[in-house]
């Protein structure tokens, strides 16, 4: 079992940039697949950014694409969401999320293990 905290969250302005970190406790952080996933208010969780447990494969949502990277430390037990060029539709409460078994996917149905978000706020 892994447990996830994430930190980094704020209010910025648009165009600004904010990097969100997730923490995960145990020893066998570097056996599990991470992803990012949002959710704003009124709206279904989606999914943001996602990571291999080496860290060569990522995949990215469309609407993040080119603005946000995915990346961990496996030393740390962290994962990382740097998150650059924000838009006020960037705005939600972000997740991270861990994944024992399979390959990188951007279903949430398939992450075992979830964090209890740091909220990002963007004005216009």
């Known amino acids: 079992q892994v447990q996830l905290v994430e930190s980094g969250g704020g209010l910025v302005q648009a165009g600004g940039s904010l990097r969100l970190s997730c923490a995960a406790s145990?020893?066998?952080?570097?056996?599990?697949?991470m992803g990012w996933f949002r959710q704003a208010p009124g709206k279904e969780r989606e999914f943001v950014a996602a990571i291999s447990r080496s860290g060569v494969s990522t995949h990215y949502a469309d609407s993040v694409k080119g603005r946000f990277t995915i990346s961990r430390d496996n030393a740390k037990n962290t994962v990382y969401l740097q998150m650059n060029s924000l838009k006020p539709e960037d705005t939600a409460l972000y997740y991270c999320?861990?994944?024992?078994?399979?390959?990188?996917?951007?279903?949430?149905?398939?992450?075992?293990?979830w964090g209890q978000g740091t909220q990002v706020t963007v004005s216009s």
């Open positions: 145990g020893r066998t952080f570097s056996s599990y697949d």
């Open positions: 999320a861990a994944r024992l078994l399979g390959t990188v996917t951007s279903s949430r149905d398939e992450y075992n293990y």
